[in-house]
């Protein structure tokens, strides 16, 4: 099949990928966004601490951001998925990606952003609840349940902290330890502030019968009553093309991420990563922030190579 050449191609068609698409856009530069349909947010109904958008639909946004891009007509979003990527067998920089289609491209530059997976603590009834009933981030979801009982669920001893977040929204917060150690600090923080320590496993998130969340399950069979149930996932970088493309990456609290400079380059010539695939802490807010600056980043790595070819091209003019 015929490939199709493009400035930049970007894989990922969430806050991030689409933010770099607008700016890229801007400066007409022929984009290719190649989106699989699948945001991590996709789960909640609302997203909640994003200025002009609080409280709207996160997939609302993304159409918005689509139909925003239209009227840029170098820029084009398709779906699909991206099965391989590959530096260009030449001496220019660029990459030749394959779509699960067949469709072949290739690209002076390379985005990816596509973001990260949640791997949910292996609960009965937890997937069913999450982004509903069961969330992460106390920043995103406590206000909304705010005075109301909240169970916290621990994967690791750190999550205290989390917890303490909760209990400056409501003073009904229980922390289940999961069998975590906690430090005599952490445990004397927790107590100070009147937040209940449950060393009894959780084993089941129990919801009632109009799909609302009844509470939790203990290993006793004791149920304790829940209003809503916070736990920390551990995030799994969506980063098989940049393995691919031999992306640095570095290990921080049991996650390999991907190594990536302020603008979102990466170790590899012409290759950039942006979003929570780079980061868990990658809100969306944060997420459209490295999308425009990966965005710009990018134009202005194309410009300098622009430059250098026109001033060799008036050399061998004037030779």
């Known amino acids: 099949m015929q490939r199709t050449e493009w400035d930049v191609i970007i894989v990922g068609g969430g806050s991030a990928g689409l933010s770099a698409a607008l700016m890229l856009g801007r400066s007409r530069r022929r984009v290719l966004v190649v ?3 699948e945001p991590r947010n996709r789960f909640a109904a609302h997203m909640h601490g994003v200025l002009g958008r609080d409280h709207s639909s996160p997939l609302d946004l993304l159409a918005a951001g689509r139909a925003e891009l239209t009227r840029y007509d170098d820029v084009v979003i398709e779906s699909g998925t991206v099965v391989s990527a590959a530096p260009l067998d030449t001496e220019a920089i660029g990459f030749e990606v394959v779509l699960e289609s067949g469709e072949r491209h290739t690209a002076r530059r390379m985005l990816v952003a596509t973001g990260l997976r949640d791997d949910l603590p292996d609960l009965p009834g937890l997937a069913e609840e999450w982004g509903r009933n069961a969330v992460s981030c106390p920043y995103c979801d406590g206000w909304e349940v705010r005075d109301r009982r909240i169970a916290m669920i621990a994967t690791d001893a750190s999550n205290t902290h989390q917890a ?6 409501s003073p009904h917060v229980t922390f289940y330890t999961q069998g975590a150690n906690l430090p005599d600090a952490a445990r004397a923080g927790l107590e100070a502030r009147g937040i209940a320590i449950e060393t009894r496993a959780v084993v ?10 009844r509470g939790i399950r203990l290993d006793d069979g004791t149920e304790h009553e829940a209003d809503s149930i916070f736990v920390a996932p551990r995030p799994v970088p969506n980063d ?11 290990r921080q609290n049991g996650v390999d991420w991907v190594l990536v400079d302020p603008s979102g380059r990466t170790n590899v010539p012409g290759l950039w990563a942006a979003g929570n695939i780079a980061t868990a802490a990658s809100s969306v807010p944060v997420a459209m922030a490295a999308g425009n600056v990966a965005g710009t980043g990018i134009n202005g790595d194309l410009v300098e190579e622009d430059i250098r070819e026109a001033v060799a091209a008036r050399a061998s003019d004037d030779g």
């Open 240 to 250: 098989r093309l940049l393995r691919e493309l031999r992306a640095r990456t570095m």
């Open 204 to 213: 089941e998130v129990v919801g009632d019968d109009e799909g609302g969340l």
């Open 164 to 169: 303490q977040l909760l209990r400056q929204l």
């Open 35 to 37: 989106d699989g349909g």
